[in-house]
């Protein structure tokens, strides 16, 4: 059997399809009209507007997006928006889920129609059958190329870093602001100023994102959404499928279905949601 992964599942907005042994996520939303909450991933993304029009907000920024809007989000940009206009959206983004070499990008708006170009070029790739699999790295190196920022950037605090790496590896426990601030060598209050300055986000937002990204990993290999929820942190499956959705803009059982091919054992138990 192939490394290509091409499951496919098609729903009325949206489809989600995998390349290059899942380390690439083509995501597509198409007719949205409902908010996205404010979130963060532990991937890149790279996006591109093709209908409609946005108010986004990243790392505590205004932006407004439109129709052929190109963006670049970094591992940790948080971000969210909400519809402007009568017009639903139409969103391409690309995943980039196992790329951990990936060179940050300037964003998150990027003014390139050549980048662009190459956005396109890689949503038409992902809707052929079969995956032509070379093709689609050749293109996708060629853009980020194109994204990549000027080696001079300022990293993030290095205190911020230091709570989100705490964060990272608590994931599926509880955490209390003492233990995060102690981690970066602050009181809670400068602890809680610095986190939220850095990331655009509360450290109790950030980490409600990292377990998204958690339960969508465990969700990809199999597992329920009940036990997704359970390794991920959650309290119940009712506030994983409330927090996916605001984040990812689908359902866990959506998400499973698209990505292994399989309804499995999450099907069950997601009919009330879906």
């Known amino acids: 059997m192939a490394s290509i992964m091409e499951q496919d599942v098609r729903h009325a907005r949206e489809s989600v399809r995998r390349a290059l042994g899942g380390a690439l996520e083509f995501r597509r939303f198409a007719g949205l009209d409902r908010p996205f909450a404010a979130h963060a991933h532990d991937y890149p993304v790279i996006g591109l507007v093709r209908e409609g029009c946005r108010l986004m907000e990243c790392n505590r920024r205004a932006y407004r997006l439109e129709a052929g809007q190109l963006l670049a989000l970094n591992a940790g940009d948080a971000h969210g928006c909400i519809q402007k206009g009568p017009v639903p959206l139409v969103y391409d983004s690309v995943a980039l889920?196992?790329?951990?070499?990936?060179?940050?990008?300037?964003?998150?708006?990027?003014?390139s129609a050549e980048a662009s170009a190459y956005m396109n070029d890689i949503a038409a790739l992902m809707d052929a059958?079969?995956?032509?699999?070379?093709?689609?790295?050749?293109?996708?190196?060629?853009?980020?190329?194109?994204?990549?920022?000027?080696?001079?950037?300022?990293?993030?605090?290095?205190?911020?870093?230091?709570?989100?790496?705490?964060?990272?590896?608590?994931?599926?426990?509880?955490?209390?602001?003492?233990?995060?601030?102690?981690?970066?060598?602050?009181?809670?209050?400068?602890?809680?100023?610095?986190?939220?300055?850095?990331?655009?986000?509360?450290?109790?937002?950030?980490?409600?994102?990292?377990?998204?990204?958690?339960?969508?990993?465990?969700?990809?290999?199999?597992?329920?959404?009940?036990?997704?929820?359970?390794?991920a942190g959650f309290s119940d499956q009712a506030h994983l499928t409330r927090a996916f959705k605001e984040r990812l803009g689908v359902t866990p059982g959506f998400y499973q279905r698209a990505v292994t091919g399989k309804s499995g054992p999450i099907a069950s138990r997601q009919k009330a949601h879906l």
């Open 97 to 111: 889920l196992g790329f951990p070499d990936c060179p940050p990008f300037e964003g998150p708006i990027v003014e």
């Open 129 to 231: 059958t079969p995956l032509d699999e070379g093709a689609i790295e050749e293109t996708l190196y060629l853009l980020i190329d194109h994204l990549c920022a000027p080696a001079d950037l300022k990293p993030r605090d290095e205190a911020a870093h230091a709570m989100a790496a705490y964060l990272r590896d608590h994931v599926g426990q509880t955490v209390r602001l003492d233990a995060l601030a102690e981690a970066a060598g602050l009181d809670k209050y400068r602890a809680l100023r610095t986190f939220t300055a850095a990331f655009g986000l509360t450290p109790m937002r950030y980490l409600a994102s990292l377990r998204v990204e958690r339960a969508r990993e465990l969700l990809a290999r199999g597992a329920s959404c009940a036990d997704a929820a359970f390794q």
